[in-house]
C-alpha cells in the first residue's frame, strides 16, 4: 500500500479555508435571492442562463448541463418556475424528442429586476474584497480547478 501525500501545514489551512468558503458562499448567495426575490441561487441561475440564450430558449439538457443538474431536478424546478410565470417548456423544432426552455417576459422582467442585486451581493461578498491582482488570481486559479473539473467544459464557464 502507498503511503498517503499528506498535506503541508500550508497546503491543510489553504484547503480548509477554500472548503470553507466552498460551503458558506452558497448560502450567502442563496439567502440574498431568497429575501430580495423569492428565488433560490439555482432557480436564479436558470433563470440567468436562459436570459443570456439566444431568443431566450435552451434545450433541457443543454440548460442541465450548463448549471450541473440533473434533467429530473432541472425539470422540478423549471416547474417552479413554470408555475410562477417565468419559464414556459416548449417542443424543440429540431428534434422531436427534446423540449426546450423557454424565458417568458415575466421571467425576462424577474432577471433583469433581480441582477443588481445579485451582483451587489457578489461585490460584498467576494468582488470588493480583493484588489485588481488579487482578481486576476482568482481567475487563473479558477480556471485552472475547472480545466481539472470540467475538461469537456460542460458548464461553459471556460474560453
Known sequence: METPRWLTPDQLQAW???ESVVELL??????????????????????????????HVLRMTHLAATTNSTLPRLSHVVSRLESRG????????????ATNAHLTDDGWRKVVATAPGH???????????LNDEQIGQLDDIMTTLLQKLDPQNSLRRLP
Open 86 to 97: 417565468y419559464v414556459e417548456r416548449l417542443p424543440c423544432r429540431e428534434d422531436r424528442r
Open 16 to 18: 480548509i479555508r477554500f
Open 119 to 129: 451582483v451587489e451581493n457578489v461585490r460584498a461578498h467576494v468582488i470588493d474584497l
Open 26 to 55: 452558497p448560502t450567502v448567495l442563496d439567502s440574498q435571492l431568497q429575501h430580495d426575490a423569492q428565488l433560490t441561487h439555482f432557480e436564479y441561475l436558470v433563470l440567468a442562463k436562459l436570459s443570456e440564450a439566444p431568443e
